[in-house]
């Protein structure tokens, strides 16, 4: 048993950020796994750890009692700074502000657009299938958070508008871009060495060649693809993605395909789509 206990779900934004830190730091950690879709997250015993019932948090106890850390930037770092292992923040003041800058643009623009779309197309209709209307509308009334009682009525009954879903699109594009810009500069995201901002911008990333093929491949951005396949072969990444136990994990697969050809953008909301028929 370890003094530190990880709650999250699928190895994927936002879980996947403290996972992936742990295990590139060589952190032993006891691992909670917390079934977003059965809405374990929403259970006394997890809301007893985090009441507002998102994932992830974790718990590290030290002799001055337990410390309960959720925001899955902010636990990154507190990975990084509180235990030993290879740093994940380099010690130049100009490379540290740049992977906040990424961090921040990442988690604060690009990252609810892509959730937007996972949500809408693959979140909302298995719960739905899954559970049925009168549960879920039982489920969504207990949860603690308004804006996620929010993002769950959108997704569950197909509520996001147009236009929401053409913004995110919008940011989607645009992000990619800049994701290519910058990697047309340096091996990883934001500095000379792998940093929480390639840990960050994995997680966010990883499936993009799957559920934005027709923006993210070998033809249109090989350096995001340069950069997702050296990070899908570090022995952390395998290890953390073999903790996913949805389809929602095995996607990373596609990282060992050599050439990834542009394809419609229809082909990527069948394969996000498709991830609970398989689940
Ligand atoms: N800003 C938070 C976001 C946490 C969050 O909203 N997590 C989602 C999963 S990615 C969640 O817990 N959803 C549960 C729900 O909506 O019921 C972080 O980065 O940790």
């Not at 000379?192 to 060649?209: E, K």
């Amino acid at each position: 048993m370890s003094d530190i206990t990880l709650y999250h779900w699928e190895p994927n934004a936002n879980s996947g950020k403290p996972m992936l830190a742990l295990m590139e730091k060589g952190v032993a950690f006891d691992s909670h796994y917390i079934d977003m879709l059965n809405f374990d997250q929403h259970k006394p015993e997890y809301l007893a750890i985090n009441p507002q019932g998102t994932i992830p948090a974790m718990t590290h106890d030290t002799p001055a009692g337990r410390r309960v850390l959720v925001e899955s930037t902010a636990i990154m770092e507190y990975v990084n700074e509180a235990f030993d292992g290879p740093a994940l923040m380099p010690d130049n003041a100009a490379d540290r502000w740049r992977i906040r800058w990424w961090m921040k643009f990442m988690d604060q623009w690009l990252a609810p657009s892509f959730s937007m779309f996972g949500w809408k197309y693959f979140v909302g209709p298995n719960a739905l299938k899954a559970h049925g209307e009168a549960k879920i509308r039982a489920q969504i009334e207990a949860i603690p958070l308004p804006e996620r009682r929010t993002a769950w009525n959108k997704a569950v009954f197909g509520l996001f508008s147009d236009a929401e879903m053409a913004e995110s699109g919008r940011r989607i594009a645009v992000g990619i871009q800049m994701l290519e810009a910058e990697l047309a500069k340096r091996e990883w995201l934001a500095s000379d060495t792998y940093s929480l901002a390639d840990v960050n911008g994995f997680n966010l990333a990883y499936a993009m060649p799957l559920s934005q093929p027709h923006l993210a491949n070998d033809e249109l951005t090989p350096n995001i693809m340069r950069w997702l396949r050296a990070i899908y072969r570090r022995p952390a990444t395998r290890a953390c993605w073999k903790l996913g136990r949805t389809p929602m994990a095995s996607r990373v697969e596609i990282l060992e395909t050599d050439y990834i050809a542009q394809k419609a953008e229809s082909e990527g909301l069948y394969q996000l789509g498709q991830l609970g028929e398989k689940a």
